[in-house]
């Protein structure tokens, strides 16, 4: 079965930490990608990366970064948390043919 | 720019009754469509998607969607609602630029409740 994982599925931080969000896959995928998801707005793109090293701010890249150092690892980086940064998280990848996004569970962050 | 929009973020149905969730696109090159369902604490998986071709696309659990150019729609249906189809449905549309990287806009989402 093909998998994207998510490093955790709950996490609570507080204002001002440095938080990283973990997300694996295990497809050989060239493109990842991370979306924070908020009731009514839907899915909103935050990076993504479409090879190692490389990546591209995508609608909302304020108050994130991200690495990819590895093919497979794609981590969203929140460098000083704030509280409008509490939302689910969802991360993403696809391949060449890039017809299908394959999604991982989501982590759920509460900033306080 | 290329944005989607559902209509309605709620939708209520009786078991057995039609399912209709209603998606439009904006999109300056012809769209690539997708429908995506999230059940409840899990991620979103694929349920249908329109690249080219027939505009009337068949998915999984039944449920079915029709591109119509003229309407700038990509509704979703399903002739009858069972009680595990409750979840959230996103539609999306792959962004500009993105034939090689596969970046999707995703509308606000739908919830539909299916009632016994």
């Known amino acids: 079965d093909v998998k994207v994982t998510q490093s955790s599925r709950y996490l609570v931080k507080r204002t001002g930490e440095k938080v990283f969000l973990e997300c694996v896959q295990d497809m050989d995928h060239e493109n990842m990608f991370w979306y924070r998801q908020d009731p009514g707005l839907g899915l909103r793109l935050i990076y993504f990366s479409y090879d190692v090293k490389m990546k591209e701010k995508g609608d909302i890249p304020e108050g994130y970064s991200v690495s990819r150092e590895k093919k497979e690892r794609f981590s969203l980086i929140l460098e000083s948390a704030s509280t409008n940064q509490t939302s689910m998280y969802l991360c993403a990848s696809t391949g060449r043919s890039n017809e299908k996004l394959f999604f991982g569970s989501g982590t759920q962050l509460s900033v306080l | 720019a290329q944005s989607v929009t559902q209509l309605g973020s709620h939708v209520s149905v009786s078991e057995g009754a039609l399912v209709l969730l209603r998606c439009n696109y904006s999109?300056?090159?012809?769209?690539?469509l997708f429908w995506y369902v999230q059940y409840p604490n899990q991620g979103l998986q694929l349920l249908l998607k329109?690249?080219?071709?027939?505009?009337l696309v068949k998915g999984i659990n039944g449920f079915e969607a029709e591109f119509k150019k003229s309407e700038t729609s990509f509704h979703l249906t399903k002739p009858s609602a069972h009680m595990s189809d409750a979840a959230e449905y996103f539609c999306?549309?792959?962004?500009?630029?993105?034939?090689?990287?596969?970046?999707?806009?995703f509308g606000q989402g739908t919830t539909l409740q299916v009632k016994p």
């Open positions: 999306a549309v792959r962004g500009p630029g993105s034939s090689n990287t596969g970046k999707l806009i």
């Open positions: 329109y690249t080219t071709g027939a505009t």
């Open positions: 999109s300056s090159v012809p769209p690539y």
